[in-house]
């Protein structure tokens, strides 16, 4: 594409050298830089993008797009601006032709419930005979093939590439996770969004936003960006304070929840281990759900994908057709096979929120022990650990405090700093700092009827530990307990 071309509607403070360069490429990562390529110099929290300048240079680039004046050779093309994550995403949109002006772009925020959300809404969609792609928590799905990504929602030239892909490959609907990082570091910029979608809010990610004030307002700045409808959770404090925000917004607005409160309900709602049965009401009419996932958040999570179907004008058939058809998602309420007189049950959960959802829902049928396997990341949000422990210690009966992700933090510090709030309810824990170890020991020790939660890694199969990512299958790891168990025998 030539320059001139792809800076078109890019607020450039100055221009110095050619314009009418042919550009092969586009990254922010001088190591992907190749012949020909524009390089985007990022002002990161952690490293300047314009210490890689001569890096790229060294590789191919033509052009380069920085906020600082820098003094290059005179053939390269020097274009200032005034945010280069801005201007990365503009660029990245122009170059791949503005594919989400083209598209159903759905995006989905909130703490809880996005990648469900977008797994039950690509299910109805294709249900309905659409097309419909997924980026998110647990990969891109483009035409059926998944694409891994380090983030829930990738940086903007990641998203606009996988967009471009769908389109080409027929895919014309894609329902988007969109993280409050995603948000305020600019990555859905030149996203054309026709609904937004709001699941619930609650303590997470306080090491980057420092207060909930700060998270929710991030949060909010999506449902300015929507053209269609947008979705909100009225049953949720942080929804209700949204449509507050946004009651000036000439966006049609669409809520869902319980008992009548939203203009998506669900009555009549029954739980159980195998899944959730409820009666799913719409302005369109009632028709009776009988969802493979259970528990309450698994009611929301249909509620939401129901209300965005409803937004396309999907009939009820489709919708339960859809919602039905899906047995699970990895890592959410995952039951492991064990044939054995106990659970094991594999969940994402790693908030208090969260925690305490999937710990209560499973009172609703537990008959033995519930023995929780958890921990907290490192390098995050400090202030929730003892609080997770608390909740933890408060809704089972043995909980077995252990590593997750701890990242370039020791592992130990943040085990004990956990312990803290469990402390506060029981002395009855258990610490073992090698997360492989407490769940051989959780599954070793296990008794009739129990049910053990491998709560925090979910989806995950793999650890974080100093800056190298391990492999780690909670999956296998209980397996292969199992068959030494059955080999003891």
């Known amino acids: 594409m030539n320059l001139r071309d792809l800076i078109k509607g890019l607020s450039c403070e100055t221009i110095t050298g ?109 249900e309905s005979g659409l097309k419909c792609g997924i980026i998110g928590t647990m990969g891109n799905i483009i035409n059926k093939e998944v694409v891994k990504t380090g983030n829930t929602t990738p940086e903007s030239l990641i998203i606009q590439k996988y967009l471009y892909e769908m389109l080409k490959s027929g895919t014309e609907y894609c329902a988007m996770e969109v993280s409050s990082h995603s948000i305020f570091l600019k990555r859905i910029e030149y996203c054309e969004f026709e609904i937004g979608l709001f699941t619930n809010l609650s303590r997470d990610h306080l090491d980057f936003h420092k207060t909930m004030d700060d998270y929710f307002e991030v949060k909010s700045r999506l449902f300015y960006k929507t053209n269609k409808y947008n979705i909100v959770n009225l049953d949720d404090e942080y929804g209700r304070r949204l449509i507050e925000k946004i009651e000036d917004s000439k966006v049609p607005l669409l809520t869902y929840g319980f008992d009548a409160k939203g203009d998506i309900f669900a009555t009549d709602v029954k739980y159980s281990l195998n899944g959730v049965n409820f009666l799913l009401n719409t302005p369109k009419g009632s028709i009776p759900i009988n969802f493979n996932i259970p528990g309450k958040f698994s009611v929301y999570n249909s509620l939401a994908a129901a209300s965005c179907a409803y937004a396309y004008n999907i009939d009820l058939d489709n919708i339960k057709k859809g919602l039905e058809k899906v047995q699970g998602v990895k890592g959410r309420f995952e039951i492991v096979p064990t044939k054995r007189d106990f659970s094991v049950i594999i969940d994402f959960a790693h908030t208090p929120n969260e925690l305490e959802n999937l710990l209560t829902l499973i009172d609703e049928f537990a008959q033995g022990r519930k023995v929780v396997v958890f921990g907290a990341g490192g390098n995050r949000d400090k202030t929730k650990r003892p609080i997770m422990g608390e909740v933890v210690a408060n809704h089972c009966d043995l909980p077995i405090v252990t590593s997750d992700n701890p990242r370039d933090e020791d592992p130990e510090k943040i085990i004990d700093d956990v312990i803290v709030g469990v402390k506060k309810v029981t002395d009855n824990y258990i610490k073992i700092i090698d997360r492989r170890e407490a769940i051989k020991y959780a599954v070793e020790n296990a008794k009739p009827n129990d049910i053990i939660i491998l709560a925090g890694k979910g989806h995950e199969t793999y650890t974080i530990i100093k800056g190298k990512k391990l492999p780690f299958d909670e999956r296998e790891i209980v397996e292969y307990t199992l068959k030494e168990l059955n080999h003891e025998r």
């Open 18 to 126: 050619r314009k009418d360069l042919e550009i092969e490429g586009i990254d922010s990562d001088s190591r992907k830089i190749g012949r020909g390529y524009l390089f985007v110099a990022i002002s990161g929290y952690r490293d300047d993008g314009c210490n890689y300048i001569d890096a790229a240079l060294d590789k191919g680039a033509v052009a380069v797009v920085t906020e600082k004046s820098v003094n290059l050779p005179d053939h390269v093309t020097v274009i200032k601006v005034k945010d280069s994550r801005t201007a990365l995403a503009k660029l990245s949109s122009n170059y791949y032709k503005n594919p989400s002006h083209d598209m159903h772009l759905i995006g989905i925020t909130g703490t809880s419930g996005k990648t469900t959300t977008t797994y039950l809404i690509k299910s109805i969609m294709e």
